[in-house]
């Protein structure tokens, strides 16, 4: 995190004192984003995001990432964290991250940091990526069918992981690195990886939903 986005992240922090995480889930997400919303006194332009686990804050250079409570019938989310509260998916990113961090695979991930609490709820701070189902692919279907030809990886009909990704992976990391890559993604357990959860920063193709689902 730079300086100037730590400014910009205690005034969002600050804001976010004046929000009750107490039921929030996805069903409660609203009372928070118009408390935010009317608190927030930093000069940024920033838009909401959801997934099934997690409130994001999408910011010019960054985002904040909430995690949920509770999902929709109003029960608490289980996650797959090994510390902690077991609800907080962001946590289980947070674990990937460091994990990833320990064994020289971090540039395949968007750098994840803890912020702290707010009222007693957990909030995280992510590089902001450019999500592959909104940009699209730099692989042409030619390179595509080539690669898939090609690609030795058996891991990958069980990762389920778009070909058009995996080719930018490869072009961009080399062989070696995209090998380790999948086997490493097989080893640590990282699935759902649907379009919404990978993505690129800059040209650099990266994951940035990586707490999984079902673990
Ligand atoms: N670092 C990021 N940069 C840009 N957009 C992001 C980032 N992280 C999350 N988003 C956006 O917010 C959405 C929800 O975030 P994320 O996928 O982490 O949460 P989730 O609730 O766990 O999702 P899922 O429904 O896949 O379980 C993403 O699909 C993406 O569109
Ligand atoms: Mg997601």
């Known amino acids: 995190m730079t300086a100037k986005q730590r400014f910009e992240v205690e005034r969002i922090m600050n804001a976010l004192c004046y929000c009750d995480f107490e039921d929030?889930?996805?069903?409660?997400?609203?009372?928070?984003?118009?408390?935010?919303?009317?608190?927030y006194k930093g000069g940024l332009s920033w838009s909401i995001d959801t997934g099934a686990s997690k409130l994001v804050l999408i910011f010019p250079d960054f985002v904040i990432k909430i995690p949920f409570k509770y999902n929709?019938?109003?029960?608490?989310?289980g996650a797959n964290s090994q510390d902690g509260e077991c609800w907080d998916y962001c946590a289980a990113e947070l674990e990937q991250y460091e994990f990833a961090e320990q064994n020289g695979f971090a540039e395949f991930f968007a750098a994840v940091e803890y912020l702290g609490k707010v009222n007693g709820?957990?909030?995280?701070?992510?590089?902001?990526?450019?999500?592959y189902c909104m940009r699209g692919s730099d692989s042409t279907e030619a390179e595509v069918e080539e690669f898939e030809e090609s690609d030795e990886s058996n891991q990958c009909r069980w990762l389920d992981l778009d070909s058009y990704w995996r080719c930018d992976v490869l072009k961009y990391y080399g062989k070696e690195k995209y090998k380790a890559f999948i086997n490493y993604l097989a080893d640590v357990n990282i699935e759902d990886l649907h379009s919404g959860n990978i993505g690129y920063i800059n040209s650099r193709p990266v994951l940035i939903d990586f707490s999984g689902w079902n673990n």
Do not use: C, N
Request: proline share 3%; net charge negative.
């Open 121 to 131: 709820h957990p909030i995280y701070f992510q590089e902001l990526a450019d999500i």
């Open 72 to 77: 929709w019938d109003d029960e608490l989310i």
């Open 24 to 39: 929030f889930g996805t069903d409660h997400k609203d009372d928070v984003i118009s408390v935010f919303r009317t608190h």
